[in-house]
């Protein structure tokens, strides 16, 4: 038996389908590779200033991963300022 032209058999259809279906994953790769490079050109990191307060800071502008202190390192470097009590 031949099928008329133009009409679409049900071997075709599922083919088309489930290539369809096999390449939505990687149209969703593609286009959260987007969506991820413009977030993290806006990120920012919250950092202890020297007079102890806290900061934002742009994470393009930090350098790579440096050395953890230890307590005793850190609250030598921050300067303690006077508690003003509004009198």
Do not use: C, H
């Not at 058999?9 to 413009?38: M, N, T, Y």
């Not at 440096?66 to 009198?87: A, H, V, Y």
Request: aromatic share 6%.
């Amino acid at each position: 038996m031949q099928q008329a032209p133009g009409r679409y058999s049900r071997k075709k259809v599922l083919l088309w389908a489930a290539a369809l279906f096999s390449a939505l994953p990687l149209i969703g790769l593609f286009s959260s590779k987007s969506k991820k490079q413009d977030k993290t050109n806006n990120e920012t990191v919250i950092m202890l200033s020297e007079d102890g307060s806290l900061v934002e800071v742009d994470k393009k502008l930090l350098a790579g991963p440096g050395e953890k202190i230890s307590n005793e390192e850190l609250r030598r470097w921050i300067k303690n300022k006077p508690l003003s009590d509004g009198k």
